[in-house]
């Protein structure tokens, strides 16, 4: 009866609104099938409208008589979500036989297109407008006077009813005039300032993004390389590319020290893609020949003060194994727009995080004591700083790529965001502790690395995974109840640090900030009292975070408030810091004044426990087994 119902109030909305005969619906979009694709597409870019941030999309794509259904990527690997940027499509015309026809879009699928070639056509060209971010919250910056940032998602419409690896592309680009660029798409010509790529099949071009721009250096990272790997590096200013010799070292012999954790190499070439920018939208995203990066401009200028973000590049480039080689099987989906599923990302991305911390230390791009000042934050986070994990675990986290799509919260320490990055570094720093205690430190987590993915050298055809898959190969290396242990991990509710104590290191908090923590503090601009009062604040004293249950939230303070004065001075960070020291000694509650909307309001926060900051300290008469850990192998 209901069902009727809802047929019925269908049957009169298509009434009311026009119908349309053959008016789409949900089913009409055709599933993806492993078939062969008829012709190429071709897709070809302006990418020179500079001023207004345009890029301009005409592509030709074979098509028989008959209703053609056209899809806009919507779930993009790498963001885990269903977060294609379909709202800066505009513009749409698509002909045949130089005749406009109309399109439709789909009812219930709005990245989908519907429209009828007609007879004695063999193909359709669409010309649409991608009109990018001009800022603020419009989303990421990809054009600049300087440089630009091209992704063939947002560039191309594809046909329904094929697996996107089956569909053929040719592309093309028309840059600003003597600019330079990367790909990891192989070059067939360059006409003038139009460069033409060989052809590829449509998946692999959409993993293919490129740079390009005025100022750019590239440098060979592994010489005389079978699979060689470059670093191509683009800039604002020309300046900002003069690197030291020894800054050139680090970044090769991460690419030597990632070849030794894993044994194989999935990829004909490797290009990292590196932005230092102040001006294009910043990035870190992988791909399985490339990676998508930015970075201070002082990356390498300033290198003693821009350390912080330099396991960005490590990160990465081991998502080429874990992430792109092997992925897990819910997220190896047969086009961009079948849904993801991303129940293993604690694999996917918070081994990375664990890998590409290690390997930051590994090659020299972090000192042995900032890797170890940079885990201690990470181990605060989950001792103290996470009170959602009373009632969310890392498994739900996995979630929120499609719940949250990374826009902020009003309580992201309670409500926690993806923290199956940090919170899975941590589970598998316990996994690495684990397998050396079962094997007398015979084995260790690197075995798990090669053993898992370190198979075929030189393939890179996608190598799905599950969570069995996960089980058999810690079991391979040492045999234990490793289902058990993970899901205690992931589906549970506890403070995530066990692996410190097995490494023979423990949490500490002391009323001194680590460098760490210090250079964090810089980069966000502003004070990180998480441990102490329960709250972070920018430099104009608006109230960014506030931990929950903590005392700063007890004492009724919540995000987005603005902290206007500290015990009768002008707030400043440090008369904020200095304000918690003395209550220390004094027990005299800390008297804020603070603006709520239109109001502004005094608050007392009794609390007496000085600063916190958190600290790794080793436990006497146990094996260093952190600093092993970290040494290049």
């Known amino acids: 009866m209901k069902r009727d119902r809802l047929a019925l109030a269908l049957t009169v909305l298509l009434s009311l609104t026009g119908g349309y005969a053959g008016a789409a619906s949900a089913d009409e979009v055709p599933a993806p099938k492993d078939i062969p694709f008829n012709g190429s597409l071709r897709i070809e870019v302006d990418a020179t409208d500079l001023n207004r941030r345009i890029f301009r999309i005409r592509e030709t794509i074979p098509a028989q008589p008959g209703r053609l259904t056209l899809l806009y990527p919507q779930w993009l690997p790498g963001n885990h979500s269903p977060s294609g940027p379909i709202e800066k499509l505009a513009g749409l015309v698509i002909t045949a036989n130089g005749q406009r026809l109309p399109w439709m879009r789909d009812q219930f699928n709005v990245y989908a297109f519907h429209v009828e070639v007609p007879a004695g056509a063999s193909e359709v060209v669409t010309e649409f407008q991608y009109l990018s971010s001009q800022g603020g919250s419009q989303g990421r910056v990809v054009m600049t006077p300087d440089m630009l940032n091209l992704q063939w998602n947002f560039a191309a ?158 990160h990465e480039f081991n998502h080429s194994w874990n992430g792109k080689y092997r992925r897990g099987a819910d997220l190896a989906t047969p086009s961009f727009n079948v849904p993801m599923g991303d129940s293993l990302l604690w694999l996917y991305e918070g081994q990375t995080q664990f890998f590409g911390t290690v390997l930051a230390a590994r090659s020299g791009l972090w000192t042995q004591q900032q890797a170890q000042e940079m885990l201690a934050l990470t181990a605060g986070v989950y001792d103290r700083g996470r009170p959602g994990l009373a009632w969310r675990n890392i498994q739900d986290t996995t979630n929120d790529p499609t719940i949250a799509q990374r826009r902020s919260l009003p309580f992201r320490n309670y409500q926690m965001s993806e923290d199956y990055y940090s919170g899975g570094l941590m589970i598998w720093l316990e996994v690495d502790g684990k397998l050396r205690e079962l094997s007398g430190n015979k084995r260790s987590i690197d075995d798990f690395a090669k053993a898992f993915f370190g198979m075929g050298n030189g393939e890179w055809e996608v190598n799905p995974y599950t969570f069995d898959d996960i089980v058999a190969t810690l079991n391979g290396i040492a045999p234990f109840d490793w289902a058990g242990f993970l899901r205690t991990r992931v589906d549970g509710h506890g403070p995530l640090i066990g692996g410190l104590e097995a490494a023979g290191w423990k949490l500490v908090y002391t009323d001194t900030p680590s460098d760490a923590f210090k250079a964090m503090e810089g980069r966000r601009k502003g004070a990180d009292l998480t441990y102490s009062l329960g709250m972070s604040i920018n430099d104009k004293g608006d109230l960014t975070d506030v931990r929950w249950d903590g005392p700063a939230f007890n004492a009724g303070l919540a995000p987005s408030m603005n902290l206007i004065a500290v015990n009768g001075r002008a707030y400043s960070a440090d008369a904020l810091k200095n304000a918690v020291k003395a209550a220390k000694d004094s027990k005299a509650p800390i008297d804020l004044v603070v603006k709520r909307f239109d109001r502004v309001e005094s608050v007392r926060i009794a609390y007496f426990d000085g600063l916190q900051y958190p600290k790794l300290e080793r436990i006497a008469g146990k094996p260093d087994r952190l600093t092993e850990l970290y040494k290049a192998r």
């Open 157 to 314: 419409l594809y046909p329904a009813g094929y697996n996107a690896a089956n569909i053929p592309a040719q592309a093309s680009v028309k840059l600003p005039a003597g600019w330079s660029y990367a790909t990891a798409l192989t070059t067939e010509r360059r006409d003038g300032d139009t460069v033409h790529f060989k052809t590829i099949d449509f998946d692999d071009l959409v993993d293919s993004p490129m740079f390009a721009g005025k100022h750019y250096k590239r440098i060979d990272l592994d010489p005389g390389a079978k699979q060689p790997v470059h670093l191509n590096v683009f800039a604002d200013e020309a300046e900002d590319l003069e690197m030291k010799p020894e800054q050139i070292k680090a970044h090769q012999t991460l690419v030597t020290q990632a070849s030794k954790l894993y044994g194989a190499r999935h990829f004909d070439h490797y290009e990292f893609l590196l932005a230092l920018t102040d001006n294009l939208g910043g990035i870190g995203l992988e791909h399985h020949r490339s990676s998508e990066n930015s970075g201070e401009r002082g990356y390498f200028t300033d290198w003693e003060k821009t350390w912080q973000g330099r396991d960005l590049l490590p």
